[in-house]
T-cell receptor, first 115, second 110 residues
Framework: EAGVTQFPSHSVIEKGQTVTLRCDPI?????LYWYRRVMGKEIKFLLHFVKESKQDESGMPNNRFLAERTGGTYSTLKVQPAELEDSGVYFC?????????????FGPGTRLTVT | RKEVEQDPGPFNVPEGATVAFNCTYSNSASQSFFWYRQDCRKEPKLLMS???SGNEDGRFTAQLNRASQYISLLIRDSKLSDSATYLCVVNMKSWGKLQFGAGTQVVVTP
């Protein structure tokens, strides 16, 4: 079974530019999450989709961040315009209701550098 | 105060030895608990979920103490490949957003 995939693996952009990150969850997983780790800090939650609906976007830092999940499959996270403090590693995770706890499985992350 | 606190380490452990470390969480209403492992510049990988009664998976044993609001992880017979950062992760529900600790670094030496 293929895991969570993310694209690109790295992105270097200048302040003020736009970047779009993509996440493909594990097939059949209704729940999709975005997280971010900035330098020296712990991983922080950004938002949670259930299928195509935003269940919780309490972690989104500001309105420069826009997440979508069209058709309830893959998701995109757009940062526009990017600022220096947006640099970090953006992780996507997915989960599906099953027996026990809703364990989340993470993708390899996109390392974003804003210069 | 952070929601999930961990000793950053590093814990330097001789190969074959046992190492144990804890994390504490601030919200007594937290419902689900996990240990993830993260290798350098990689994604977090689920190591084990932590159940109320405690659970074991091979050389790894996790315990939950709700009264004192801490979770522990014990690694027996440490292998070189156990060197990693161990992330304590808590959830207010059985699903939804995870809250991460900053991680405990473990270094297993020959």
């Amino acid at each position: 079974e293929a895991g969570v995939t993310q694209f690109p693996s790295h992105s270097v952009i200048e302040k003020g530019q736009t970047v779009t990150l993509r996440c493909d969850p594990i097939s059949g997983h209704d729940n999709l999450y975005w997280y971010r780790r900035v330098m020296g800090k712990e991983i922080k939650f950004l938002l949670h989709f259930v299928k195509e609906s935003k269940q919780d976007e309490s972690g989104m830092p500001n309105n420069r961040f826009l997440a979508e999940r069209t058709g309830g499959t893959y998701s995109t996270l757009k940062v526009q315009p990017a600022e220096l403090e947006d640099s970090g590693v953006y992780f996507c995770a997915s989960s599906h209701p099953g027996q026990g706890l809703y364990e989340q499985y993470f993708g390899p992350g996109t390392r974003l550098t804003v210069t | 105060r952070k929601e999930v606190e961990q000793d950053p380490g590093p814990f330097n452990v001789p190969e074959g030895a046992t190492v144990a470390f804890n994390c504490t969480y601030s919200n007594s209403a937290s419902q689900s608990f996990f240990w993830y492992r993260q290798d350098c510049r990689k994604e977090p990988k689920l190591l084990m979920s932590v159940y109320s009664s405690g659970n074991e998976d091979g050389r790894f044993t996790a315990q939950l103490n709700r009264a004192s609001q801490y979770i522990s992880l014990l690694i027996r017979d440490s292998k070189l490949s156990d060197s990693a950062t161990y992330l304590c992760v808590v959830n207010m529900k059985s699903w939804g957003k995870l809250q991460f600790g900053a991680g405990t670094q473990v270094v297993v030496t020959p």
